[in-house]
């Protein structure tokens, strides 16, 4: 009378392997998914953080009379205000110097690094120093407590402003079309246009960049330079 009973022991005993079987593939199914919707969110906040423009400057329309730098006298004159410590300015800077290889010498060009009064000298001198420095016709200067910056209404690195000879505001905006983006984009194309004598399609552009003042943006300085302050 045991027999049927003893009979199905082994087939409620050789289950397991299948539930176990079933289980690894349900785990590796939720860590599948886990993992995917994980990468999608993680996309989606790079995306949103490299498409957010920082603040615009509304430049002045007219070069201000303040400024210690000077107009170039037969063609058009760029600035660009700069955070010694933005990684997105890094396009920025390579950006500018895709519009001096097309300007043909038609353009003087400055890149003013922001260095807070409260910081030791050669702060600023970081690589993009060097690379603003290493483009022809293009000189980097020291832009002292923002002094500069706050004469063009800057307040995002990577804004430009480009005027003409009798400092007319000529462009105001951004040279890269997202943060840390290299390519064509409609800034460089506005400023390539006006050094030849040509109609740009816009005139104003979005920047993308670090706040050139906010102590919290994400140009933060590390915290061995903070111990040298």
Same mark, same amino acid.
């Given at each position: 009378? &045991?027999?049927?009973?003893?009979?199905?022991?082994?087939?409620?005993? &050789?289950?397991?392997?299948?539930?176990?079987?079933?289980?690894?593939?349900?785990?590796?199914?939720?860590?599948?998914?886990?993992?995917?919707?994980?990468?999608?969110?993680?996309?989606?906040?790079?995306?949103?953080?490299?498409?957010?423009?920082?603040?615009?400057?509304?430049?002045?329309?007219?070069?201000?009379?303040?400024?210690?730098?000077?107009?170039?006298?037969?063609?058009? +004159?760029?600035?660009?205000?700069?955070?010694?410590?933005?990684?997105?300015?890094?396009?920025?800077?390579?950006?500018?110097?895709?519009?001096?290889?097309?300007?043909?010498?038609?353009?003087?060009?400055?890149?003013?690094?922001?260095?807070?009064?409260?910081?030791?000298?050669?702060?600023?001198?970081?690589?993009?120093?060097?690379?603003?420095?290493?483009?022809?016709?293009?000189?980097?200067?020291?832009?002292?407590?923002?002094?500069?910056?706050?004469?063009?209404?800057?307040? +995002?690195?990577?804004?430009?402003?480009?005027?003409?000879?009798?400092?007319?505001?000529?462009?105001?905006?951004?040279?890269?079309?997202?943060?840390?983006?290299?390519?064509? @984009?409609?800034?460089?194309?506005?400023?390539?246009?006006?050094? @030849?004598?040509?109609?740009?399609?816009?005139?104003?552009?979005?920047?993308?960049?670090?706040?050139?003042? @906010?102590?919290?943006?994400?140009?933060?300085?590390?915290?061995?330079?903070?111990?040298?302050?």
């Amino acid at each position: 009378m &045991n027999l049927p009973l003893n009979e199905d022991r082994p087939k409620a005993i &050789n289950s397991c392997p299948a539930l176990r079987a079933a289980r690894s593939r349900s785990m590796f199914l939720i860590g599948t998914v886990s993992w995917f919707a994980l990468a999608v969110l993680g996309l989606w906040f790079l995306w949103g953080y490299e498409t957010t423009p920082g603040m615009a400057a509304e430049a002045p329309r007219e070069w201000p009379a303040a400024s210690q730098i000077h107009l170039a006298p037969d063609y058009p +004159t760029l600035v660009m205000l700069a955070h010694p410590h933005c990684p997105c300015t890094r396009a920025s800077i390579g950006e500018l110097g895709s519009i001096m290889a097309h300007s043909q010498g038609r353009l003087r060009a400055y890149v003013l690094f922001v260095r807070p009064e409260a910081f030791s000298d050669g702060w600023e001198v970081t690589d993009l120093w060097q690379s603003a420095s290493d483009i022809p016709g293009v000189k980097p200067i020291l832009d002292g407590d923002g002094r500069e910056a706050h004469l063009f209404h800057a307040a +995002t690195s990577g804004q430009t402003v480009l005027y003409d000879s009798g400092g007319r505001l000529l462009f105001s905006g951004g040279i890269t079309g997202s943060r840390g983006h290299f390519g064509d @984009n409609a800034g460089q194309s506005a400023v390539v246009a006006i050094v @030849n004598a040509q109609v740009p399609e816009r005139t104003e552009t979005a920047v993308f960049g670090c706040p050139l003042f @906010n102590p919290q943006s994400e140009c933060q300085v590390s915290i061995d330079e903070k111990l040298k302050r």
